[in-house]
C-alpha cells in the first residue's frame, strides 16, 4: 500500500516570549478545502523541490571562499518565487541572511562548540560520545570537518525543526541549547555547506533522514529563498521505504538536488553513510570548508595528528626563540584553548562525565577541570539576587594561584554557565596592575543569559552586578594570601625611623637598624597561617648572596616576588623550606642582614684607608 501523501511542510512563524522561535506545522489539504490549517501567519518556504532557477551570470560563483566576504554577491533584481494559487503569500528568508547570521560567531571554536553542546545535550537520551575528525571528500578531494554522536537522532519532524530558523525544543534547565538558532549559525561559520545524516526511534518507528543547507547550492542557482531539500526513509521493516509527502516526483527531486550539490554522487553513496550510525544518532558533515585571507582553509588538520588548529591563531605563537617566561605563558592552557581545539574542549564543560566522552581525531579528551589544579584554594559563596520576585541562589566560587605563579602570571574567572565555559580566565582587574597575579577562579553563573554565540554574556544590570562582587573577591583573596607567593599585601608600610633614636650626629646605628629592619620582618609574617605540610614564606626583604669574595647584592621591589639564595633559586628544590618554621626562616633573614652590615663597614674601612693614601700621596707630590 503506497503511502499517505501529505502537502509540504511549511514554517510558520509566530510571535512568542522566545525571540525567533518558529514552529513546524504540516498542511493537510485534499480536492475540496485547500486552507491551511494554520493562522495567517507569515510562512517561510516550503521544503520542497524548487523551481528551476534561471541560469547564473557569468562569474556569479563564490567570489571567495572566505567566511567574511561570502556575503558579497549581487541579487538578481527579477528572482520570483513561483507563485501557487493554493499558498497563501509568505515572508522568504533570503540566503544571505544564512550568511549574516552565522557572523554571530566570531570564532571558529565557538562555533563548534555549538555542535558539542548539541551532543552533550543527547546524554539525556543516551548519548555516550561525540566524535570530532577530518575526513576526505573524494570528489575534489577536500577536507570535511565530521561530527557524530550516538545520541537519540531525530525523526522527520525533529530534522526539519533543527533545519529551521529559530526553533528550539529545548526547554530543559540543564541542556545548553536554548535559541534554536546553534545548528545554523555554527555550520554556516565553519563551512559554505553541510548535509545532515539522523536516525531515530519514535513511538516504535525506525526512521532515517537525510538534509542538505547548501549555501553554495542556493548563490549558484541564484535562489531569492532558503531552499533545504530533505529526504526520509522508513526502517521498520525489512527493506528501506521512502517517506513521502507530496508525490514521488518531489521526492526524487529531493534526492537529485542532494546528488547533485553533496560530496555523495550516488544513493548507495548516501546509504552507506548510515552504516556506523547504528539504530540511533546523528552525523553531520560540514563541506567546501572557510578560507582565511590567504587562501588557505582556517582549519588546521595538519600541524597535529591529534588536534585541530586553528591556523592563525597558532601562526601567532610560533616563533622559533622565545624567553623562559614567554614559553612558559604561551604553553598555559589559557593561551593554547585559542589555538588548538583539544586545549579548548578540555575546559569547556565544567563537571566531568561519567559515561560520555569527546572522541577529537580518535583520542579521547582529557578532560581538566581548573579549580582542582590551584594552590591556597578557597571558596567563597555569593547569593545574587537574580530578580525582584525569584529566590536567592548560592553561587560557589573557587578561587585560588595557578600551580605555574611562579612562571605564569595568568589570572582570571572562568564562568560557566550550565556546564558549559562561555568566559574563560576573564580579567575584572586593570591592566598594568599587580592586584591578582596569577589568582584563577571558577564559578558556575545560571542566573545570567550568556549571548547567542555563547561567548559572552548579556551585559545587563546582573551581569554587572556580578563583575564587581568578582573584583571584590578577588581583592580580599589578594589582601589576605599575596604573600603566600612573595608579595606585599596591599597597604603595608614599612615602619619609619623615628628621629628621637638616630645617634648624636643624626645617623642610625647599625644597631638601630638591625632592630628596625627585625620589627619590618616580624610585621610582615604578622597574622601568617602556616599549613602543616608546607610553609610558604614572602615579604619585600633585602636579599643577599655572598660568593666568599664579593658582594652580589640585589634589591627587590616592592611588587616582585622574592627570589634569591635565601629562599633558594629558581630550579632548587623547596624540601628545606618546608622543613622550617617560621621563626628559623627569620632568623636566617636577620643573621643575613646582620652578615651584609658587616661587609658594608669593611666597605666604608676600605674606602676610608684608599682616601688616606690617596691624601697622603697628593701631599707628597706637593712638597715635591
Request: glycine share 8%.
Amino acid at each position: 500500500m503506497p503511502p499517505k501523501k501529505e502537502a509540504p511542510v511549511v514554517v510558520d512563524i509566530e510571535s512568542s516570549d522566545d525571540e525567533g522561535s518558529v514552529e513546524v506545522v504540516r498542511r493537510v489539504a485534499d480536492d475540496d478545502d485547500r486552507k491551511p490549517a494554520i493562522s495567517n501567519a507569515a510562512r517561510i518556504a516550503a521544503i520542497a523541490p524548487p523551481p528551476p532557477p534561471p541560469p547564473a551570470a557569468a562569474g556569479d560563483g563564490l567570489e571567495s571562499r572566505s567566511f567574511w566576504k561570502a556575503g558579497n554577491y549581487a541579487v538578481a533584481p527579477d528572482m520570483k518565487l513561483a507563485s501557487d494559487s493554493s499558498l497563501l503569500e509568505y515572508a522568504r528568508v533570503h540566503p544571505k541572511f544564512l550568511h549574516s547570521n552565522a557572523t554571530s560567531h566570531k570564532w571558529a571554536f565557538g562555533a563548534i562548540a555549538e555542535l558539542l553542546d548539541n551532543a552533550v545535550d543527547e546524554i539525556r537520551n543516551g548519548a555516550t560520545f561525540v566524535k570530532i575528525d577530518k575526513i576526505d571528500i573524494l570528489k575534489d578531494n577536500s577536507p570535511a570537518l565530521l561530527i557524530q554522536d550516538d545520541g537519540g537522532g531525530m525523526d522527520p519532524d525533529g530534522i526539519r525543526k533543527c533545519m529551521s530558523l529559530g526553533y528550539s525544543s529545548k526547554k530543559s534547565n540543564t541542556t545548553i541549547g536554548q535559541y534554536g538558532n546553534g545548528f545554523k549559525t555554527s555550520t554556516m561559520r565553519l563551512g559554505a555547506d553541510v548535509i545532515v545524516f539522523t536516525r531515530a526511534i519514535r513511538a516504535g518507528r525506525a526512521t532515517q533522514s537525510i538534509g542538505l543547507l547548501s549555501y553554495t547550492f542556493l548563490r549558484t542557482t541564484g535562489q531569492d529563498d532558503v531552499i533545504v531539500p530533505m529526504i526520509d526513509f522508513d526502517i521498520s521493516g525489512h527493506w528501506t521505504e521512502p517517506i513521502i509527502y507530496g508525490s514521488k516526483n518531489d521526492w526524487s527531486a529531493n534526492l537529485q538536488t542532494i546528488l547533485e550539490w553533496s560530496p555523495f554522487a550516488s544513493r548507495g553513496d548516501l546509504m552507506q553513510q548510515f552504516e556506523d550510525i547504528g539504530s540511533h544518532g546523528t552525523k553531520v558533515l560540514i563541506y567546501n570548508l572557510w578560507l582565511n585571507d590567504e587562501g588557505i582553509y582556517e582549519l588546521s588538520f595538519d600541524d597535529d595528528e591529534e588536534d585541530i588548529m586553528l591556523r592563525d591563531e597558532a601562526n601567532q605563537g610560533s616563533a622559533t626563540s622565545l624567553n623562559k617566561r614567554t614559553a612558559a605563558v604561551q604553553a598555559h592552557i589559557s593561551y593554547r584553548l585559542r589555538y588548538s581545539l583539544r586545549a579548548y574542549a578540555s575546559i569547556l564543560y565544567l563537571r566531568k562525565f561519567t559515561n560520555f566522552k569527546i572522541l577529537l581525531r580518535g583520542k579521547p579528551v582529557d578532560q581538566y577541570i581548573i579549580a582542582d589544579d590551584l594552590k591556597y584554594s578557597k571558596v567563597v559563596s555569593y547569593k545574587p539576587l537574580a530578580a525582584a520576585a525569584s529566590k536567592e541562589v548560592a553561587v560557589e566560587t573557587t578561587i585560588g594561584f595557578i600551580k605555574e605563579v611562579d612562571h605564569v602570571g595568568i589570572c582570571g574567572f572562568n564562568v560557566y554557565h550550565k556546564n558549559r565555559l562561555i568566559r574563560p580566565f576573564w580579567k575584572v582587574t586593570s591592566d598594568g596592575s599587580s592586584k591578582g597575579y596569577g589568582v584563577v577562579g571558577v564559578l558556575e553563573a545560571n542566573f545570567i543569559e550568556p549571548a547567542h554565540d555563547k561567548q559572552d554574556f548579556e551585559r545587563s544590570s546582573l551581569f554587572i552586578r556580578l563583575e564587581a562582587k568578582l573584583k571584590q573577591i578577588l581583592s580580599e583573596y589578594w589582601k589576605s594570601y599575596c604573600h603566600l607567593i612573595g608579595y606585599q599585601p596591599p597597604g603595608f608600610k614599612a615602619q619609619k625611623v623615628q628621629k628621637g633614636n638616630l645617634s648624636p650626629m643624626g645617623v642610625e646605628t647599625n644597631a638601630q637598624k638591625q632592630s628596625r629592619e627585625s620589627h619590618h620582618l616580624a610585621s610582615v609574617y604578622e597574622g601568617v597561617q602556616l599549613n602543616p605540610s608546607t610553609v610558604s614564606v614572602a615579604a619585600n626583604v633585602r636579599q643577599v648572596s655572598i660568593d666568599g669574595q664579593s658582594n652580589n647584592r640585589k634589591e627587590l621591589s616592592v611588587n616582585q616576588p622574592i627570589v634569591g639564595s635565601a629562599m633558594g633559586s629558581e630550579n632548587a628544590s623547596t624540601n628545606g623550606i618546608e622543613s622550617m618554621s617560621l621563626d628559623q626562616i627569620c632568623d636566617e633573614n636577620l643573621q643575613l642582614f646582620m652578615r651584609l652590615q658587616g661587609h658594608k663597614e669593611k666597605e666604608t674601612e676600605l674606602l676610608e684607608m684608599v682616601f688616606f693614601f690617596f691624601g697622603i700621596h697628593n701631599l707628597f707630590m706637593q712638597c715635591d
